[in-house]
Each structure stands twice: as C-alpha cells, then as structure tokens.
C-alpha cells in the first residue's frame, strides 16, 4: 500500500475514534441523567440561597432541593451559594405542587449538567439521601454519591459516628426527632397488631428496631424486600427516629433500606 493510502487509513481510524468518544460522552451524559430524569418544571437565575437546601430564583420562585436531607448544614449552605448563586438552573421533578412553605421541591441542574446539585452536596459529604426518592434510578444515582464520600471520607463522613451501630441504642436514642442512618443485623422480624418490627437486638423493650405498617408491606414485598426476607441480614435504614420503649424508625418507604448482606 503507497503512503498516501496508509495516511488516509489512519485519518478514516482517527475520525471514527473520535466519533466514537463523543458518541460515549454523549451516552454517559444521558445515562447520568437519566437517573433522575423527571419533568421539566422550568429554568430560572438563583438569586439567593435561603437556606442549606433552599434557594431563591430572580423571579421570586422559592426553590427546596428534592431528594436530601443535610448533615452539616452550615457548610452546605455555603457550598451551595458557591455551586447556585448567579447561576441558570433548569428545575426537574415529579410533581411541581408547593410545599406547605409555598417551594418548589425539585431537583436542580445547572446548565450542561448531567447529574443534578443535589449529587455533588453528596458527593462532598454535606448530605444524606433522603428515604423519599420515589424514583429507582434517582435514588441509585444518590446512593452511589453519598457511597463515594463515605470511601473517601468526606464532609460529614470524616467522623466515624455519621451511621449508627443498631446495636448500640444508646447512641440511637441521643438522635431523638432527628434524621439518622442506623446499620445493623436483623436478629428477628415479629408482627404485633397491624405493625411488622425488624428487631436488631434481643430485648425488644430497649433494643432498636425498624417498623413497617401492614398497609405498606406489599410495597417492600413488590420491591423484594419483604420483612422475612431480611432477617439475618445486614441491612442499612434511614428516617426519624422516634421512641416507644426503645429507639424506633418507621420505614414508610422502599427507599429507607439497603441490604448490606447476609450478616455471616
């Protein structure tokens, strides 16, 4: 083959190279996306942070973040006014009805972004995901971002207290009304009335567990996450915790769990 044939096989190789990355890229942005890819609830200019989870657009709209609740609020307040302010956003979510406050609850992406804000105050260690994420793929998407600042032990995850051990009630209990994770191995799973409780420990009086209410149990059965199925298991919750008789989380959501493993 002469050299000007051998050149233009490596420009035709080179070409398609690149036509492949930016097919890749393009791929991977719409796969990120895709994990809480809802309805498009309008764009705005933030101009103002209200609060660590709240912003404000120039139109006066009030926005709340979807999807989080905060670990340090302080330091995610000022990380968001660094990610938002004077900033466009496009706002995505499933349902724009106001909250009580009169907010917007949505989840917001900056212009070009792939993945929404929410992500990177996870990904910083400034946050945790909240049990409400109705969406499989969003909450994934969210998990694997807290996952990442728990390895590289970032923000609120540099204290080694940020989950609690579900055998240590103690702990628990000092979290009263407040947003916790708890990790654990479930020794038993009993039903008492209309209530199904994930025991963690033997005494059931002082000991903590996770409660679902027999109206929902179908919802964790369709997700295979059926109470019997997860005793013996490791298993990580998070909501309120509340007290009757000792430390209590009431599982409303599919999204409060994640199986960790078989506890062996």
């Not at 995505?92 to 009805?97: E, S």
């Not at 971002?145 to 989950?163: D, H, L, M, N, P």
């Not at 013996?232 to 493993?261: D, F």
Request: with cysteine.
């Amino acid at each position: 083959m002469c050299k000007h044939g051998r050149m233009r096989n490596h420009l035709v190789i080179l070409c398609c190279a690149l036509l492949l990355s930016v097919i890749g890229v393009r791929v991977a942005g719409a796969a990120d996306a895709a994990g809480c890819d809802f309805d498009d609830q309008g764009t705005g200019r933030v101009a103002a942070v209200v609060d660590a989870r709240s912003f404000r657009l120039e139109d006066g709209r009030e926005v709340k973040l979807a999807g989080i609740e905060m670990a340090d609020r302080a330091k995610a307040a000022t990380a968001l006014s660094a990610l938002l302010v004077g900033h466009d956003v496009t706002l995505r979510g499933a349902d724009d009805t106001p909250d009580r406050y009169g907010r917007q609850v949505a989840y917001a992406f900056l212009a070009g972004a792939g993945t929404p804000v929410q992500s990177e105050l996870l990904r910083q260690g400034l946050a945790l995901v909240a049990p409400d994420v109705g969406d499989r793929n969003c909450a994934s998407l969210l998990l694997a971002a807290e996952a990442e600042a728990r390895q590289a032990r970032s923000g609120t995850w540099a204290a080694s207290t940020v989950i609690k051990n579900a055998e240590s009630p103690g702990d628990i209990l000092a979290g009263i009304g407040r947003f916790t994770v708890v990790e654990g191995r479930v020794l038993s799973v009993r039903q008492a009335g209309a209530t199904t409780y994930l025991n963690f420990g033997r005494n059931w009086t002082q000991d903590f567990a996770a409660t679902i209410s027999r109206r929902i149990v179908p919802a964790f059965e369709a997700a295979g996450l059926g109470p019997k199925s997860l005793e013996n298991r490791r298993i990580r919750v998070r909501g309120w915790v509340e007290v009757r008789r000792g430390p209590r989380i009431a599982l409303l959501r599919v999204g409060q769990i994640e199986v960790l493993g078989d506890g062996n």
